[in-house]
Structure formats: C-alpha cells, structure tokens
C-alpha cells in the first residue's frame, strides 16, 4: 500500500489555562491521542460539535501549534524537521468566513500573488499567469483580480479564499466549514466547485463540518471526533449506514429528516450537551449523553478498535447496532 | 373554516430608509396562522423574515417602518396599537425566541429574575410568587437543578441551556404565538435537536401556535404543518410542508430543494453534482424589476424581466408566485 500523505500518530495538543494565583492551572486535552491517515487525492471528512478539538486538529497539521505528544507525517517526512514554508507549499487551508479571511486592504491580485512571491516564483509573467490561471479555475473572470474583498459576495469571497489556498498548488487543503457561513442558494456552487477542483488537481481534503449531509456527499472516510479524541472512522458508507458509536448515531438521528431517508432511528438522540475539555467525564467521555451507558463506560475507557477492515469505534459496545 | 385565524398577515409592506430614499425591505407579505398551529418561514438572509416578525410583535424600528398592509391579532389590527397596547400583548400574547440567547438575555440580572418578571409585568404576580413560579418554569424545560439555577447569570450557563431559559421566559404567561427566530442556529446539532423537540413539546401541550424562521428547510419541513418560502423581500411560495419537499412549485424552492445534500442521497443514487441556482442573492437596494428571482431562475422569459408575478393559488390553501410555476 502506497505510504499515506498525512499520518497522525497519537497526537496531542494540550494547553495550560488559568493561573497559579487564581484557582490554578489546569491542563485543557484540546487534542488528545489522535491517530489518522489521510492518502493522497482522498477527501476525509471530520465531523464534531463545538468544542471537541477539531479546529485545533486542522492547526496543529498546519504546524501552526507544536503538538504536545505524537508525530505529524507530512509528504513522508516528519513536520518537525520541515521547514515552514515547504510545509506551507504542502498543506493549505480554506477558512469558514470568507468575510474575515481576506485582507480588506488587498486586491485579488495581490492576496493571490504574494502567496506565489514569497515562495520564489518572482518571473512577473508567470505570476501573472499562475494568477489568471487560478482565477479560472474558481469561476472568476480576469477582470476581478483588481478588485477589493469588498466588492465580492459571500460567494464569491470563498471562491477567493479557494483560490489563495489552491495557488501554491498543494498536496493537501484543509477545509474548515468552508460553507457554512454561506447563503444556502450558494453552497452547491461552493462543494460542487471544491470537488472538481479536488479531481483536476489531485488534492486531498480535510473536510471539517457539522453539517453531516455535506459531509456523507463530500467523504470517501469519515472521522468523528468528541474531547479530543476519534471516536469512531471509517468509510463514508459505514459511517451513514452502520455507524457503531453511540454518538455518530445521536449526530446522525438530529439532523431534520423529513423523509426519514437516514439509518438510523430517532430514538439514538443525545441528552445533554459536551461536556468541557477542561474536566472531561472519566471513562467514555460520552457516558453522561450515552443511551447505552452501563457501569464499564464509567470507569473504562473504551478503545478504539476495529469492527471491519478500516472501521473503527470507541466503544465498550462497538458490536450493537442500530 | 372555523372562527378567525389567530393571527393574520395582509399585503404588509415594511419599509426601510436608506438615509436618501425608502426603498420596500419586504411587500405583499400575506400569511395566516391558525390556534396551535406551526408554521414555518423560510429564506435566506436579507429576505425579509426576521423583519416581517419583528412587525408581528411591534418591535420594528427605524430605520425600519411598516408602510402598508394590516396585521391582525384575533380579527383585531394591531400595526397601530399605541406602546402600552403592545407591551400588553408582547410577551404576554405574542412572545419571542431570538438567534443568540446570549445577546438576548440580560447579562447583568439572575435568569430567575429575568422569568420572574414575566409574572410580574404580565400576571400581576408578587416577586415572592413570581420567583417561585420562575422555579417551575426552568423545570419544565428540563433545565437541572432549577431551584439552584435560577441564581445564575446568563455567562454561567451553557448556550443550550441560556436557549432553554428564553424559552422558559418565552413561555411563561402561556402566549398564543411564539415566534422562534433561528432559535438553534448558535448551537450544535444535537443541541439543536433537544431544543427544536422541547419547543415543539411544549407548545403542543399547551396550545401555542408557532412561526418558526430559519434558513433550513430541512429543519422547517420536521417541526412545522405549513411552510411559506421568501425571496428578496416576497412569499414566492406556501405550502404545507410535506408538499414543499414532494412537489415545491416555485423555481426557488426547487431549486433549493434539490441543491442540498440529504442524508441518504449519495448510497441511493452515488456521487452526483449537486444542482447549482446560478448566481448570488441580490440587495434590497438592487432588486430587479419583475420576478426578483428572474436573473436566476432557469425557466426566465421576457415577461419575467418585467411584469412581477401575481399570487396563483395552489391546492391546501397554497400559493405560488411564478409566471411558469409547476
């Protein structure tokens, strides 16, 4: 099997919060023992609610956090020993609000261009070029790169943000809700346009997102994600089909289904809401929420263990279904 | 048809002054809601449906004005009713969920305090009474421990449970209408399920009709029995809520309607590109003549460019706005 293009091996981002004078310090397990491939030219999809590490996740594989514990395998070679900029050639990343991740004082050209600049492309024709190339490629005409931010719509904008993260034609480009913060009539445009571009350029996504419908459409895998840690991942099918950990059901079963087309039943909702990162439950962390919580979930922490070839749940009762 | 619907929406026009002309933010907005009925106000942002309910509960403000149209209230206009009339009703009759619980609640005041003086304005009720009955309120939206709750203030309390008290608070003379306005858009999705299930609960139980706005339609077709879809300041569709999936009649709505991604959708039919609606939303300020949908809809001729669509009526007491619905 070919060698992955990103391999996590226990990784763990933890943060010390609060103070030694007021109340003490406390460590906050942002990320905590994440382990996860991604391959070349697949699109990962990682789901979670608020709070469970995923944006930390997608920081860390930046080398934008130095991780606490595990490794970081980019392109076959440690993060660590990478240089940034090489690092930045490699992975990219496609933010939630195209309104804040622009600079407003930059046209088009320029966001697009200084990314090409400061990576030693400097034959003005070329950037030029590279610059109307990409610009076509996300659906904008030649004319719109003298532009400012603020003259685009929310769409148009991510097709900027799609852009500045494509210029440097990387391996992989994490998508953090890349169309959440769009109108609903323009989010088609958005994930129809980020899979072609996947399919041209050979990329490989991380797609971020709490919308599961995006997710299951976009996904060739799937992880979800709770505390810090994967609690379940597989392929996309076995994930929307026969999810195994108790949370993937309660995510599923609490997105509006008018026609009832999901796999899973109603009556695997959730109670409650995620408990902090800060004091997480012991045992299962998701036993306070859990359906099936019996006495093993509170003093046992599951692991995570496979159930077929590539899926794998964290769960004390992986072999129950439905 | 059986008595007055509880609350009816004729030809309301909602001005908004742009400092140098008015321009119409929303017009020909017609609905009715029957007693203990859900009804469900789509569209997406800048359509019009936060304003059109923030003139059902009288707190339009400049720049904002109604410039038309009647609104009533149990067969009663109530567009001019003078501020003390509305106080009486808003709250009491006509209460309110908002997007962010924790821009909508007092920041500074115990969210016992902030149920109790529901109690107190509306009922009549002394504090010591009233505070007790705060008590059963937070209980019966299954907040825990609501005895000791009621002490907290807004920050100490997580975003689904500050969602749970400005139901409680939303609740708590027993008004006939609720107007939820994107109550769960703030909050993850299983959150989001346990508030949309309590609400729709408890309004049962009691009777409460609700208008429910949001931008997913998904999330709408679930709760509510009558679906009205808005574009660009109008109701180019209403339905019930079955027929706006099954059989949406408006060019929007289908195409709404089809560019989602549904659970379910890619194991049936595999990968496919998902329908696109061409090009962006337009501003209040740059509404095109005709059909306002026309530079998007794919079904676009010359009458669309320049003569708006009459109301056509549909089976279920339905209506589309197209010259080429169906």
């Known amino acids: ?322 | 048809m059986t008595g007055a619907p509880l609350i009816e929406v004729e030809d309301l026009k909602l001005d908004l002054d742009d400092g140098s002309r008015r321009v119409a933010a929303a017009e020909g907005v017609s609905f009715r809601i029957d007693r203990g009925e859900t009804f469900g106000l789509v569209g997406e942002s800048g359509c019009g449906k936060s304003i059109t309910a923030l003139a059902l509960i009288g707190l339009l403000r400049p720049p904002l004005s109604i410039g038309g149209g009647v609104i009533r209230f149990e067969g009663q206009a109530i567009q001019h009713l003078s501020a003390a009339r509305q106080r009486e009703l808003r709250g009491n009759r006509i209460a309110m969920i908002f997007q962010e619980p924790m821009t909508a609640l007092n920041p500074v005041s115990p969210v016992g305090r902030q149920i109790a003086e529901m109690f107190v304005l509306h009922k009549g009720k002394s504090w010591r009474e009233a505070n007790r009955l705060a008590v059963e309120a937070l209980a019966s939206v299954r907040v825990p421990a609501p005895e000791r709750r009621v002490h907290d203030y807004p920050h100490q309390l997580s975003g689904g449970m500050r969602q749970r008290v400005m139901i409680a608070i939303a609740l708590a003379c027993g008004p006939d209408l609720l107007i939820a306005d994107e109550p769960t858009t703030a909050l993850d999705v299983t959150v989001q399920a346990e508030i949309i299930d309590l609400m729709a609960e408890l309004c049962a139980a009691k009777g409460t009709a609700i208008l429910m706005i949001s931008h997913d339609l998904g999330l709408v077709a679930n709760m509510c029995k009558r679906v009205a879809v808005m574009y660009a300041g109008r109701i180019v569709e209403a339905q019930p809520a079955e027929a706006i999936f099954a059989k949406p009649q408006h060019p929007y709505t289908q195409g709404l309607v089809d560019s989602l991604p549904r659970l379910g959708e890619r194991a049936r039919r595999g990968q496919q590109r998902l329908r696109e609606i061409a090009g962006v939303v337009p501003s209040i300020q740059s509404y095109p003549p005709g059909c306002r949908f026309n530079p998007r809809c794919p079904r676009a001729t010359d009458i669309c460019l320049s003569v708006p669509p009459e109301i056509a009526a549909l089976p279920a007491d339905g209506l589309v706005r197209c010259h080429h619905h169906g």
Request: glycine share 8%; net charge neutral.
């Open chain 1, 1 to 322: 099997m070919a060698e992955p293009l990103l391999s996590l091996d226990d990784l763990a981002v933890h943060f010390k919060v609060g103070s030694a004078l007021a109340g003490g310090v406390h460590t906050l397990k942002a990320v905590d023992g994440v382990t996860l491939d991604v391959k070349a030219g697949e699109c990962l999809g990682l789901v979670g609610e608020s709070g469970c590490g995923k944006s930390t996740l997608a920081l860390a594989i930046m080398a934008l956090i130095a991780p606490t514990r595990g490794h970081i395998v980019l392109d076959g070679r440690d993060l660590q020993q990478r240089q940034r900029l090489e690092t930045a050639r490699t992975v990219q990343m496609v933010f939630q609000d195209p309104y804040a991740s622009l600079n407003p004082r930059q046209t088009v050209r320029r966001t697009l261009a200084d990314p090409l600049r400061i990576h030693g492309v400097s034959d003005k024709a070329e950037v030029e070029a590279r610059v109307a190339d990409m610009l076509a490629r996300v659906g904008l005409r030649p004319e719109h790169a003298d532009r400012y931010p603020h003259e685009f719509s929310g769409g148009q904008r991510q097709r900027i943000g799609i852009a500045r993260a494509l210029i440097l034609k990387p391996k992989l480009v994490i998508c953090d809700e890349p169309v959440s913060a769009l109108d609903v009539s323009i989010r088609a445009q958005i994930i129809n346009l980020l899979l072609e571009l996947k399919d041209e350029m050979g990329l490989a996504y991380i797609m971020i997102s709490h919308d599961l419908g995006v997710v299951e459409h976009v996904s060739d895998r799937v992880a979800v994600m709770y505390l810090g840690r994967i609690v379940e991942q597989g392929h996309w099918q076995e994930i929307f089909e026969d999810p195994r950990h108790p949370y993937t059901r309660a995510l599923i079963a609490a997105i509006p289904d008018p026609f009832h087309r999901a796999a899973v039943s109603a009556r695997a909702k959730a109670k409650g809401e995620i408990a902090s990162a800060l004091n997480p439950p012991p045992g299962c962390h998701f036993h306070p929420r859990c359906p099936l919580k019996a006495d093993i979930c509170v003093s046992q922490d599951p692991p995570l263990e496979a159930i077929a070839a590539g899926h794998r749940a964290a769960c004390h009762f992986r072999d129950r279904t439905g």
